[in-house]
């Protein structure tokens, strides 16, 4: 079982921010900037084109519920979005998951 679906199913312990019907957003372990969260799904998914075209619309209206509530908890007005889909992208877990990475000056942060 990925990590993911490890996290999803209780089995090992993550900050998680929001928990939806079918998605979760919790902090990236590994944050780039302050308050870098992961949109994910609870249905193991591997990448952005395998998702059901059900949930497409349900993913970004998660990742608009949830951005402007982490970026005034941590005082951000300016984000990235992103999605690595294979190893050669820089997917690190094979479990669809956008990254939302609230963008500070001076933060560092390049992709």
Not at 42 to 71: M, Q, S
Request: hydrophobic residues 40%.
């Amino acid at each position: 079982m990925c990590i993911f679906c490890e996290i999803i199913s209780g089995n090992v312990e993550a900050e998680k921010v929001y928990d939806g019907k079918n998605f979760i957003v919790m902090k990236d372990a590994n944050p780039q900037t302050t308050g870098h969260s992961l949109v994910i799904p609870k249905k193991h998914c591997k990448d952005f084109l395998c998702l059901d075209k059900k949930f497409y619309a349900e993913f970004l209206e998660t990742v608009k519920f949830i951005t402007p509530r982490i970026l005034e908890q941590v005082g951000a007005t300016d984000f990235n979005l992103l999605v690595n889909d294979g190893k050669h992208a820089g997917q690190a877990v094979n479990h669809l998951h956008m990254h939302i990475i609230p963008r500070f000056e001076g933060d560092g942060f390049k992709f």
